[in-house]
């Protein structure tokens, strides 16, 4: 059971963590490197950038947020004397959180679509991506 709660940690929290990792970092330095990165990739103008990344750093907000709460259910699991009953209610909260989270990307793409294109709205999620996969790639040593 404990094994699930770790899986759906790691799904959760994936985005908002990613932040974390980058420690060296501030969160303004943070998301200027991330507009940087996504404004080159999907070829963003300076007008579609102005209206984008304000909407898209308020989503990001939203969902750490979400993420932070959902971890402090899952820490919960971690207390010993945990009941399946209260198991359970982790389970389906951490769930409903990732619900949250879809139904959140799903109405800011709703948003960007009355300024932006389908095509664009699809290039800054592949540069999106991209951007959390070289997060993710060890750094070389020099």
């Keep these: 059971m404990k094994k699930l709660f770790y899986i759906l940690a790691l799904l959760i929290g994936f985005c908002g963590s990613l932040q974390a990792q980058k420690a060296q970092l501030s969160k303004e330095e943070f998301r200027k490197v991330q507009e940087k990165f996504i404004t080159e990739k999907a070829n963003l103008t300076a007008k ?84 959390h996969r070289e997060l993710l790639k060890p750094k070389k040593k020099k």
Aim: hydrophobic share 35%; charged share 40%; aromatic share 14%.
């Design 48 to 131: 579609e950038a102005k209206q984008f990344f304000p909407l898209y750093f308020e989503l990001q907000d939203k969902k750490t947020s979400l993420n932070k709460e959902a971890w402090h259910k899952i820490r919960k699991g971690k207390q010993e004397n945990v009941s399946e009953e209260e198991y359970n209610e982790i389970v389906e909260d951490i769930v409903q959180t990732r619900i949250q989270i879809d139904q959140l990307d799903l109405d800011y793409v709703r948003k960007y679509k009355k300024f932006l294109t389908a095509k664009k709205i699809y290039e800054i999620q592949r540069a999106e991506m991209k951007f």
